[in-house]
């Protein structure tokens, strides 16, 4: 199939009265179909309706991203905020129906079992009863990031998004650090009622469907919702309770030498992002160049040319670079009609950049490879901390080619990107906590959800130092993190996936060629087994496993010369 060109493709809005009519027509066929052929007839009319709707919905994303002050996609992304639950429901409704169908037992015999774990948790998820609260949700999500988007912060001469304001926090300068953080902050404090009614509503709405289901917490619900098959919280409990004996440790290794790089007395909140005395590595390539460099990166990794990278930046299924309006973040997403991913992120010249534009590669190439992995279309993808193993493997096996993007510097990237890599799993698991916290006690008022961050953060980051600085001080530092208003209980997944990708990490080393075949495996297995089946059959240990992460973190520490 020829590619086509992004800015071809039609964005046309779905016909919601027709797609619930089909579903009425497959759910019956379902009901009452006497052979395999003909119940499989019915389900690929319907994943051929929801691919559509899917794909609008993609595109309608992308597009208002792009430039979140285009009108006719801000009142498109409305439209999918009021519907995507409806569409939830009524898909839902067939899942029901594959549950029941007469060939269930011939469909799971040929197709395997994961279409009927999927379609058990959809039912036990999503239901006509909490639609309103669901676009509630979606509404008020779309409301979070339109004002993360719209932030502007005036600091050296200019009016700086998120985005473009985070060279400033990495500034080899201190007195830059110090005071572009205070700018920063001093928008969040300005805005905290509005971050605090946002989060405070969004969390009694999600309690409120959760209930109406039959769950006596929204932890429950989200635990389900983001498909967790095969563990519980407690092993989730377990893994964080590692990471505080292992991991934290090595953290605080971490800041002694920084303070000592850095020559200073005491390390400040508004040092932690500055890791060298002359400043963190940026790329060697401009940003106008990061498409050519992360084509070349990819050709020199998998052996092919053109790499898959080259091809999606030919037909304009990549944007990379920060510029105002545009949203924050960075993603991965995927077009189902055309078979085809868009990876979007905000280049701003920093350090991170090069691990984003990876990360988001990672996503893309196993969107690619396991795009004929399964007849349904619930189950081409796994469930999200094995999606993560995609991309962060994908960042820690790239360090033999970082001369592409850091020539003589990429020494410097990998120890930077390693270090990253080991403060961010106590502060994933701080995240994750603290949303148990809130969820377990959702009448919980704002003011003691920042004093249970702000005690957080002494147990995961007890090197943490903000003396009189009121936004951090308070307990604030969560406000500035998407994951907590948008994707509940979605940052444990970073941690798990992390702890993998170390594994692969630790293999490339020894045998490139071994650590890709385990990564291709698990790629091209989509998502048609849990979590645990998938990364066992890829040759992968449990992160679960205490020692993988005791063995995880001795080969870091040797690595760091810790």
Not at 137 to 142: F, I, R, Y
Not at 471 to 487: C, L, Q, R, V, Y
Request: charged fraction near 25%.
């Amino acid at each position: 199939m020829s590619v086509p060109n992004f800015s071809d493709i039609e964005y046309v809005r779905p016909d919601l009265e027709a797609f619930e009519e089909l579903i009425k027509s497959v759910r019956l066929k379902l009901m009452t179909a006497t052979s395999l052929d003909q119940a499989m007839d019915a389900i690929s009319e319907f994943e051929d309706a929801q691919s559509r709707f899917d794909t609008a919905y993609a595109l309608c994303t992308v597009k208002h991203d792009l430039d979140t002050s285009d009108e006719f996609f801000v009142k498109e992304n409305d439209f999918f905020d009021e519907n995507t639950a409806r569409v939830s429901e009524l898909c839902s409704a067939v899942l029901t129906a594959i549950l029941t169908c007469p060939c269930a037992d011939e469909i799971r015999s040929k197709y395997g079992d994961m279409i009927f774990r999927k379609a058990q948790n959809r039912k036990e998820t999503i239901s006509k009863e909490i639609l309103d609260e669901l676009a509630s949700e979606a509404s008020l999500e779309s409301e979070y990031s339109q004002l993360q988007s719209e932030a502007q912060i005036d600091f050296d001469g200019r009016t700086l998004n998120l985005s473009l304001i985070q060279p400033y926090l990495e500034s080899d300068s201190r007195q830059v650090r110090k005071e572009a953080y205070k700018a920063l902050d001093e928008y969040y404090m300005g805005r905290k009622p509005v971050y605090d009614r946002i989060y405070d509503d969004m969390v009694k709405v999600r309690t409120a469907a959760a209930r109406k289901l039959g769950y006596n917490t929204f932890t429950e619900l989200g635990y389900k919702r983001m498909e967790r098959y095969d563990y519980t919280r407690d092993d989730v409990e377990k893994f964080r309770e590692s990471i505080l004996k292992y991991i934290v440790p090595l953290t605080v290794q971490i800041r002694k030498l920084q303070q000592s790089r850095l020559g200073v007395d005491k390390l400040m909140f508004y040092d932690l992002g500055c890791l060298f005395r002359n400043g963190n590595p940026t790329p060697k390539v401009s940003k106008d160049t990061y498409k050519d460099a992360a084509g070349l990166y990819f050709r020199r990794m998998f052996g092919k040319d053109p790499s898959f990278f080259d091809v999606l930046s030919e037909h304009g299924f990549t944007d990379l670079i920060s510029r105002p309006n545009k949203s924050t973040g960075g993603y991965c997403m995927y077009l189902e009609d055309y078979g085809i991913p868009f990876i979007f992120m905000n280049g701003n010249g920093t350090y991170d950049d090069v691990a984003t534009v990876v990360h988001e590669g990672g996503h893309a190439y196993a969107a690619i490879q396991s795009a004929d992995s399964s007849p349904f279309l619930e189950c081409l993808s796994p469930t999200l901390e094995t999606c993560e193993i995609h991309s962060t493997a994908m960042e820690y096996m790239s360090y033999p080619y970082m001369d592409i993007f850091y020539g003589d510097n990429a020494s410097s990237y990998c120890q930077m990107h390693m270090t990253d890599g080991l403060l961010f799993l106590p502060y994933g698991c701080m995240v994750d906590e603290f949303q148990h916290i809130v969820y377990d006690d959702p009448d919980m008022p704002p003011e003691k959800r920042h004093m249970v961050w702000k005690e957080l953060e002494e147990k995961y980051q007890p090197f943490i130092n903000y003396d009189d600085e009121t936004f951090h001080a308070m307990g604030g530092a969560w406000m500035k993190k998407d994951h907590i208003f948008t994707s509940p209980f979605y940052y444990i997944d970073y941690c798990l996936s992390q702890i993998c990708a170390l594994e692969l990490w630790r293999e490339s080393r020894l045998d490139m060629q071994s650590a890709l075949h385990k990564y291709n495996t698990l790629c091209q297995a989509g998502g048609n087994d849990t979590f645990l089946n998938l990364i066992r059959n890829s040759g992968i240990a449990s992160p679960f496993d205490r020692d993988t992460i005791k063995t995880v973190a001795y080969e870091c520490c040797k690595f760091l010369e810790l």
